[in-house]
Each structure stands twice: as C-alpha cells, then as structure tokens.
C-alpha cells in the first residue's frame, strides 16, 4: 500500500484515498475530506483491475432430488368391481359395495403409513351408489381434503385426495 492507492475499509461501509503510510498504520481521506486511520489488515486494496482477469466458473446447479413416495402423478385406485376380484359375478350388490368400500379404507391408510400426498380414486360415472359411498367415507376420515376431478364441471367418475 502506498501514498494515492484507493482502500476499502473490511466489514465498513468506508473508503477513500491513501494519504499516508506510518509502518503499520494507514491514513486515508474519504470522498467527503474526513481523514481515518486503520492499520493495514483492516483495509484492502480497490482495485477492480486486480479483478478483471480472474477467471469465473460457472457451477451446475445440484438437482433436487425427489423421493418416489413424493412423485407428483397421485397413486390411482380404480373402485370397479371387476378390477377388484376375478369373479365379479359371483357376488350381490351388497357384497359389491362392502367390499369397494374395505378397498377404500385400506388405500387411505396404505397412502398414510407410506407419507403419500396425494390419492386418485376412479369411482365411475353411474347411478352414484359408490359415488357417495366414497364421499362418505372421504368425509369421515381426518387429515386429508378431497375434491371432485371434473372436467369442465362436469361429472367426472373420480375423486382427488390430498393428505396433510
């Protein structure tokens, strides 16, 4: 550092005009005419041609990695009988809607034990029967808000859940 070099103060808001240099102490002369002294570490030389020919590098910004549990397609249950069992015409309708509604039951507490977001479940366009037996069901349960997958507010045959 020598006499009319240009000094910035560290960790201040401060700089100006070497005046001079007294062995470890530098005096300098702000923008404003107001002398300072500091020693010489707690300045640094400003300089922006000492700069300009440092090479910068550009880093790849690290992807973010996603779990499969937090993918963002939901998990899918289609609720159609013959999805459900082989013989779909061995049972009676009350069977039929017990069990769609056991299924139920049992994808809502899988998609909780496994920290799932969110729950497709295909109930199909029909005379609502199972339609409002998932509504019912969706409505007991806590934790969790659900909505109707309609297209054009139209009726859809599907119910989107999302866990909290």
């Not at 799932?116 to 349960?141: A, F, M, N």
Request: hydrophobic share 35%; net charge neutral.
């Amino acid at each position: 550092m020598k006499i009319n070099d240009k000094v910035s103060v560290v960790d201040e808001d401060l700089s100006g005009v070497i005046t001079s240099v007294n062995g470890n102490i530098v005096v300098f002369k702000d923008e404003y005419g107001f002398t300072y002294q500091y020693p010489k570490e707690k300045l640094v030389p400003k300089n922006a041609s000492i700069y300009e020919n440092m090479k910068v590098v550009q880093k790849a910004e690290p992807r973010k990695v996603a779990s499969k549990r937090h993918d963002k397609n939901p998990l899918v249950l289609d609720l159609h009988f013959h999805n459900l069992v082989k013989n779909p015409n061995d049972y009676d309708s009350f069977e039929r809607l017990f069990m769609q509604k056991e299924k139920l039951i049992q994808t809502i507490n899988f998609c909780r034990r496994n920290h799932l977001k969110r729950l497709e479940i295909v109930h199909g366009i029909g005379d609502g029967v199972l339609q409002k037996l998932v509504w019912d069901v969706l409505e007991s349960q806590t934790g969790l808000d659900f909505y109707n997958k309609e297209i054009l507010h139209h009726q859809s045959g599907a119910v989107m859940v999302e866990f909290h």
